[in-house]
Structures are given as structure tokens and as C-alpha cells.
Nanobody, 120 residues
Framework: QVQLVESGGGLVQPGGSLRLSCAAS????????MGWYRQAPGKQRDLVAT???????NYADSVKGRFTISRDNVKNTVYLQMNSLKAEDTAVYYC??????????????WGQGTQVTVSS
């Protein structure tokens, strides 16, 4: 089994910064793409950013230039550095990991979600 544990959410003022982390553990053979999604109240879950095993990144237009996704392949952890936060960034943030386990089964796993609230 695979577990994803997220951390780093919280309350921050507009213009502030937060760093989210998501650590994957369990019977993991390899991790392909890792990413972050977010869901605001009453809205669908949307892509924020992804990063491949080779380090290629993709960002939603709304966060380009403000958010940075990175990963530590030794720790099986993905990070999201969020700067210049705006009220519209308020949402529950979910990490997403595409991996292959030791039984050579491919999984797409979701974290439990962490709340990010941007408010003065």
C-alpha cells in the first residue's frame, strides 16, 4: 500500500508565502509524475502544477510566476512553494502521485488535502 501525507497548509495574509509538502511512503518501486491540485468551495478540483520524474514542470496560468513545484526523489516528496498569495488561492490543496508499486501495479494516489486560506 501507498500513503501520502501532506503538510504545510494554513492561514496567511495576501502577499504572503506558504510551502506545502507531500511525502509518499509504502511499497513504492518508482514514482512518475507528482502534482498538486486544488479545490475551492463549490468548485471543481483543478490542476495547480505537476512535475515529472525528469523534472519537467507544468503550471496553471493562474499560478505561473508565483508558485514553484519541486521534488526530492530520495525522500519521495513533492513540494509546492507558494509566493505572492492571493485571496483566490484559498482552497483545499491535494497532492497527486502517479507511481508503480513493488508488484508492478500502477497507482494514482491522492493526499488527504490541506487547507490554504489567504485572508487579511
Amino acid at each position: 500500500q501507498v500513503q501520502l501525507v501532506e503538510s504545510g497548509g494554513g492561514l496567511v495574509q495576501p502577499g504572503g508565502s506558504l510551502r506545502l509538502s507531500c511525502a509518499a511512503s509504502g511499497t513504492i518501486s518508482s514514482i512518475r509524475t507528482m502534482g498538486w491540485y486544488r479545490q475551492a468551495p463549490g468548485k471543481q478540483r483543478d490542476l495547480v502544477a505537476t512535475i515529472t520524474s525528469g523534472g519537467s514542470t507544468n503550471y496553471a496560468d493562474s499560478v505561473k510566476g508565483r508558485f514553484t513545484i519541486s521534488r526530492d526523489n530520495v525522500k519521495n516528496t513533492v513540494y509546492l512553494q507558494m509566493n505572492s498569495l492571493k485571496a483566490e488561492d484559498t482552497a483545499v490543496y491535494y497532492c497527486n502521485v502517479d507511481l508503480v508499486d513493488l508488484n508492478v501495479v500502477r497507482w494514482v494516489s491522492w493526499g488527504q488535502g490541506t487547507q490554504v486560506t489567504v485572508s487579511s
